[in-house]
């Protein structure tokens, strides 16, 4: 029987493009005696394949599950060619640009082992040098300009590769083949060392310089990866001190870069998850529980965690291995507090007077500002907080087609989303979205990967909140608009990431969001899937004293608790009290106190019942500083014991529209323990089981009367690792599937990709968009 040569055309989707993925099909071409050809394109990965029947199938089974450790193929086609073209042997093409662009941009990679090696290693070329990369590791999105993702669309086209550099580049065998920002100290960038004013010092050692300024309790802004860090001694209370006096930043938690995981253990608990987290190719921020140690106090005011993070550039690096490098650094963002992180270096210098000491810039231009991400391990799962560095631009698989949307997020922790085809690709974070500043990082964000995706957005969607600089953006885009409810976009957020198409309960609890009945809801139960919704329960409502200025202050939430709990008089300790007695009259009058159902707002009230955090200086500072001290009272004890253990008097009123969970039973609990002159601690914890018990109530109460047994916890409370854990042991126990955002923040970081499914589908279905 014959065994003719065949021809096929095979076109590789997904992140296949700066991940070593050319040299890996060259590779194993050559193993399985095939040739022809392989190029980038906007399209993918093109590969034109020569060869007989059983070896073509071996190479495609190879594509698909033997492919490079950071390469994620979304789909392989083939076909059939009828003509062959008479390859001789295999080879790497030039890349090929068309109009239109279906290939995903990687995303930035931690230093990788073997580039370690290098940069350690006195016989090697690159011993000591700062911006050493090959395929495996470096800079992707926050140096490219466009694609195919090839040297001349980056910012290393200013670099132009030595004899030794190209020779790597061009050799399939080499791991820095094709390795765009490949480069060494005689052709690539370089560091060099300023005074505070700016001003070049000549040095021979701007790294020992840098180090040197730290150990003397010195504040560095160094250029890094996808932006300026501002740098400390983290065992100096008197340089993070002076580094919160200097940024503004009062008490919000920094966070902290140390050069390896013993050196973390000597002030954190890591487990075999958090390591895992901590070393992997994303190297984020992990939030880990505090040890004694040490590290300044003044790190985490209050806080019983601490957010931690690993050397990811060979400049890190080297500069732990400084003699004068201090242990442990602060690093946090390279800004004053509430604007965008710096990334020009006559920007930062100018921007970063009276904060910064000194200087470390390099000359490798950064075009995409990008923060750290931040992660945590909860029950054993990866819960991305803030979405950034190393997992922007990844996409988000769509189970179903959309046209192009573009979903504008909300305004805390704002981020947006552009969907093509079955991905959304949800931008890194951008900040508040409070200030012209962060407008225009948004703006140009935006125009970036409109660009590198080559898509142009049929219609925009955005929050019913019409006060959102996001919601005015959206407006002025001019495109059909879809306005979609905040909680709604909040449960079809994870609805996505898990790709459920049925109806759930959502559980969404955070600070605010517009309801479709223009009051503040934050306490919600709805039965939802990605196209509707129907409000069917939520906590109680309370009054918003003063608005908006109630989140800034939590003493007036107390009085509201207090005021909701039928009590005659305030009797904050700790407070004013003709600030006390001007509010109080305000509630009675009804005078700028809005209602809100905010589960957010409730942990405020508590905390500052308790005195914990009577003003605060940062969002959700209250509900952090209270869950700490429940954990402190917690100790060694199981929660799922302690939930046995308790048996609240959950009060749950049962209206036309839903059911309520009454607070004013979980407030005077509260208030009878504080009589009782109960463990503050204790009364924290006591809080927190009690809730989770009346939340778990509601579920099942409408779990019974809906038929659902999924179930979605969202909201930025469910940062809250406490109440997280908690209803996902009490759910679980009574069998239901639960559901909670892992690789897409829980917070308004991920509303955004809710946003652009419901807009989306609303869009597809011809529902009539907002004409306002």
Same mark, same amino acid.
């Given at each position: 029987?014959?065994?003719?040569?065949?021809?096929?055309?095979?076109?590789?989707?997904?992140?296949?493009?700066?991940?070593g993925f050319?040299?890996?099909v060259?590779?194993?071409?050559?193993?399985?005696n095939?040739?022809?050809?392989?190029?980038?394109?906007?399209?993918?990965?093109?590969?034109?394949?020569?060869?007989?029947?059983?070896?073509?199938?071996?190479?495609?089974?190879?594509l698909?599950?033997?492919s490079?450790?950071?390469?994620?193929?979304?789909?392989?086609?083939?076909?059939?060619? &009828?003509?062959?073209?008479?390859?001789?042997?295999?080879?790497?093409?030039?890349?090929?640009?068309?109009?239109?662009?279906?290939?995903?941009?990687?995303?930035?990679?931690?230093?990788?082992?073997d580039?370690?090696?290098?940069?350690?290693?006195?016989?090697?070329?690159?011993?000591?040098?700062?911006?050493?990369?090959c395929?495996n590791?470096?800079?992707?999105?926050?140096?490219?300009?466009?694609?195919?993702?090839?040297?001349p669309g980056?910012?290393?086209? =200013?670099? =132009?590769?030595?004899?030794?550099?190209? #020779?790597? @580049?061009?050799?399939?065998?080499?791991?820095?083949f094709?390795?765009?920002?490949n480069?060494?100290?005689?052709?690539?960038?370089?560091?060099?060392?300023?005074?505070?004013?700016?001003?070049?010092?000549r040095?021979?050692?701007?790294?020992?310089?840098?180090?040197?300024?730290?150990?003397?309790?010195?504040?560095?802004?160094?250029?890094?990866? !996808?932006?300026?860090?501002?740098?400390?001694?983290? $065992?100096s209370?008197q340089?993070?001190?002076?580094?919160?006096?200097?940024?503004?930043?009062?008490?919000?938690p920094?966070?902290?870069?140390?050069?390896?995981?013993?050196?973390?253990?000597?002030?954190?608990?890591?487990?075999?998850?958090?390591?895992?987290l901590?070393?992997?190719?994303?190297?984020?921020?992990?939030?880990?529980?505090?040890?004694?140690? @040490?590290?300044?106090?003044?790190?985490?005011? !209050?806080?019983?965690?601490?957010?931690?993070? /690993?050397?990811?550039?060979?400049?890190? +690096?080297?500069?732990?291995?400084?003699?004068?490098?201090?242990?442990?650094l602060?690093?946090?963002?390279?800004n004053?507090?509430?604007?965008?992180?710096?990334?020009a270096?006559?920007?930062?210098?100018?921007?970063?007077?009276?904060?910064?000491?000194?200087?470390?810039? =390099?000359?490798?231009?950064?075009?995409?500002?990008?923060?750290?991400?931040?992660?945590?391990?909860?029950?054993?799962?990866?819960?991305?907080?803030?979405?950034?560095?190393? @997992?922007?631009?990844?996409?988000t698989?769509?189970?179903?087609?959309?046209? &192009?949307?573009?979903?504008?997020?909300?305004?805390?922790?704002?981020?947006?989303?552009?969907?093509?085809?079955?991905?959304?690709?949800l931008s890194q974070?951008?900040?508040?979205?409070? *200030?012209?500043?962060?407008?225009?990082?948004?703006?140009?964000?935006?125009d970036?990967?409109?660009?590198?995706?080559?898509?142009?957005?049929?219609?925009?969607?955005?929050?019913?909140?019409?006060?959102?600089?996001?919601?005015?953006?959206?407006?002025?885009?001019?495109?059909p608009?879809?306005?979609?409810?905040?909680?709604?976009?909040?449960?079809?957020?994870?609805?996505?990431?898990?790709?459920?198409? $049925?109806?759930?309960?959502?559980?969404?609890?955070?600070g &605010?969001?517009?309801?479709?009945?223009?009051t503040?809801?934050?306490?919600?139960?709805?039965?939802?899937? %990605?196209?509707? @919704?129907?409000?069917?329960?939520?906590?109680?409502?309370?009054?918003?004293?003063?608005?908006?200025?109630?989140?800034?202050?939590?003493?007036?939430?107390?009085?509201?608790?207090?005021?909701? #709990?039928?009590?005659?008089?305030?009797?904050?300790?700790?407070?004013?009290?003709?600030k +006390?007695?001007?509010?109080?009259?305000?509630?009675?009058?009804?005078?700028?106190?809005?209602?809100?159902? &905010? %589960? $957010?707002?409730?942990?405020?009230?508590i905390?500052?019942?308790?005195?914990?955090c009577?003003?605060?200086?940062?969002?959700?500072?209250?509900?952090?500083?209270?869950?700490?001290?429940?954990?402190?009272?917690?100790?060694?004890?199981?929660? $799922?014991?302690?939930?046995?253990?308790?048996?609240?008097?959950?009060?749950?009123?049962?209206?036309?529209?839903?059911?309520?969970?009454?607070q004013?039973?979980?407030?005077? *609990?509260?208030?009878?323990?504080?009589?009782?002159?109960?463990?503050?601690?204790?009364?924290?914890?006591?809080?927190?089981?009690?809730?989770?018990?009346?939340?778990?109530?509601?579920?099942?109460?409408?779990?019974?009367?809906?038929?659902?047994?999924?179930?979605?916890?969202?909201?930025?409370?469910?940062?809250?690792?406490?109440?997280?854990?908690?209803?996902?042991? /009490?759910?679980?126990?009574?069998?239901?599937?639960?559901?909670?955002?892992?690789?897409?923040?829980?917070?308004?970081? !991920?509303?955004s990709?809710?946003?652009a499914?419901?807009?989306?589908?609303? =869009?597809?279905?011809?529902?009539?968009h907002e004409s306002d």
């Amino acid at each position: 029987m014959s065994n003719p040569v065949l021809r096929k055309e095979i076109i590789v989707r997904g992140i296949v493009q700066g991940v070593g993925f050319r040299p890996f099909v060259y590779r194993l071409a050559k193993q399985c005696n095939i040739a022809g050809t392989i190029v980038n394109s906007d399209q993918g990965v093109v590969i034109e394949a020569e060869g007989k029947l059983s070896p073509i199938q071996d190479f495609i089974e190879s594509l698909r599950f033997s492919s490079p450790p950071l390469a994620r193929i979304t789909s392989v086609q083939q076909h059939s060619q &009828s003509s062959l073209k008479g390859f001789k042997e295999f080879s790497i093409l030039e890349s090929v640009s068309s109009e239109t662009c279906r290939a995903i941009i990687p995303a930035d990679v931690a230093l990788c082992s073997d580039c370690l090696q290098d940069i350690l290693d006195p016989q090697n070329r690159r011993f000591g040098y700062p911006f050493t990369n090959c395929t495996n590791c470096g800079p992707r999105f926050t140096i490219v300009e466009f694609m195919p993702y090839d040297r001349p669309g980056t910012s290393m086209r =200013h670099f =132009h590769l030595c004899s030794a550099c190209k #020779a790597e @580049y061009e050799d399939p065998e080499n791991r820095r083949f094709h390795a765009q920002p490949n480069a060494c100290a005689e052709c690539g960038p370089e560091l060099s060392y300023h005074d505070m004013h700016g001003v070049l010092l000549r040095v021979s050692s701007p790294l020992k310089e840098v180090a040197c300024s730290l150990k003397q309790g010195e504040i560095v802004a160094l250029r890094g990866l !996808g932006g300026f860090h501002l740098v400390v001694d983290a $065992g100096s209370e008197q340089a993070v001190e002076r580094l919160r006096i200097r940024k503004g930043r009062k008490s919000k938690p920094l966070a902290v870069m140390t050069s390896n995981l013993e050196e973390a253990r000597w002030f954190c608990h890591i487990d075999t998850e958090a390591e895992k987290l901590l070393t992997g190719a994303e190297h984020p921020i992990v939030l880990l529980p505090r040890k004694q140690s @040490y590290l300044a106090e003044a790190l985490t005011p !209050g806080i019983d965690e601490i957010g931690v993070m /690993l050397p990811y550039t060979p400049l890190h +690096q080297l500069l732990f291995f400084q003699a004068d490098c201090p242990r442990t650094l602060v690093m946090t963002s390279g800004n004053k507090s509430g604007l965008p992180i710096f990334t020009a270096n006559d920007a930062a210098i100018a921007g970063l007077q009276g904060v910064a000491d000194c200087f470390l810039l =390099h000359n490798r231009e950064i075009v995409t500002r990008i923060d750290d991400s931040v992660a945590r391990i909860t029950g054993n799962r990866v819960q991305l907080l803030r979405r950034a560095r190393g @997992y922007v631009p990844t996409p988000t698989p769509l189970h179903m087609e959309l046209p &192009s949307m573009l979903a504008c997020g909300g305004g805390l922790k704002s981020t947006f989303c552009l969907t093509r085809e079955r991905e959304g690709f949800l931008s890194q974070h951008i900040g508040d979205l409070f *200030n012209l500043e962060s407008l225009d990082f948004y703006k140009e964000s935006i125009d970036h990967f409109k660009r590198l995706l080559q898509v142009e957005p049929e219609a925009v969607v955005c929050d019913l909140h019409p006060d959102y600089l996001s919601s005015h953006y959206a407006k002025e885009t001019g495109l059909p608009l879809y306005k979609v409810q905040h909680h709604h976009a909040h449960a079809a957020a994870v609805l996505v990431e898990h790709g459920i198409e $049925g109806k759930v309960l959502a559980l969404i609890l955070d600070g &605010s969001g517009l309801g479709d009945d223009k009051t503040i809801w934050g306490g919600e139960v709805l039965e939802a899937d %990605c196209f509707s @919704y129907k409000r069917i329960g939520s906590l109680s409502s309370m009054l918003l004293p003063g608005g908006d200025a109630a989140a800034e202050e939590p003493w007036r939430m107390a009085l509201s608790l207090l005021f909701g #709990a039928k009590q005659t008089a305030p009797k904050l300790h700790l407070v004013d009290e003709q600030k +006390q007695s001007a509010l109080w009259q305000m509630m009675e009058q009804g005078f700028n106190c809005p209602i809100t159902t &905010s %589960c $957010g707002r409730l942990f405020d009230g508590i905390a500052a019942l308790l005195g914990i955090c009577l003003t605060a200086d940062y969002e959700g500072q209250a509900a952090m500083e209270l869950e700490s001290l429940a954990r402190q009272a917690m100790g060694e004890q199981s929660l $799922g014991d302690l939930l046995a253990k308790c048996h609240p008097q959950a009060e749950i009123v049962s209206t036309e529209q839903r059911l309520i969970v009454q607070q004013s039973k979980l407030v005077q *609990n509260v208030l009878d323990q504080l009589d009782n002159e109960r463990e503050t601690s204790a009364i924290a914890l006591d809080f927190h089981l009690c809730l989770i018990q009346s939340l778990f109530i509601l579920l099942r109460k409408l779990s019974k009367k809906t038929g659902c047994r999924q179930v979605v916890l969202a909201g930025g409370c469910m940062q809250n690792t406490l109440l997280l854990r908690g209803l996902f042991i /009490l759910l679980e126990q009574e069998n239901f599937t639960v559901y909670t955002g892992e690789q897409i923040p829980v917070n308004d970081g !991920g509303i955004s990709l809710g946003q652009a499914v419901i807009g989306g589908l609303r =869009h597809v279905s011809g529902r009539t968009h907002e004409s306002d």
